[in-house]
């Protein structure tokens, strides 16, 4: 059995939807952000390196205006949650946002992928 890369990216995405799971239950659990706050970091740095070699096609109106809005919410989350894990610890207010667009994001896209039958996502 071979997997299309539609495939593989329904299965990435309830990955991170399993991990974003995790990390809620764990935040709840323990009574601290730092699953949170590690989540973002790592989901962010994911993204914003996926971006770096097309970032001159972000500038330049090549893909619509949300997705460029999109990489600045992900760069923004990953500074956030870089300082507030090793250099001072920010209102857990910033760590819920970032959290909550990934949940929003991660959710989204799961139910657009699995209510329309989608030939090409890659």
Known sequence: MTFSPDDWIRILFAAVAVVLLGALGLSIWRRETKPVRIVNFLLS?????????????????????????????????????????WVWRLPPVAAWIGFTGHVLGTGFGLLFMFTFKLTRLM
Do not use: C, M, N, Q
Not at 57 to 63: A, D, I, M, R
């Open 45 to 85: 740095a994911a993204i914003v390196i996926r971006w770096i070699p097309d970032a001159g096609k972000l500038v330049s109106h090549y893909y619509i205006d949300e997705v460029p809005a999109w990489v600045g919410f992900e760069l923004l989350v990953l500074i956030a949650s870089a300082v507030s894990l």
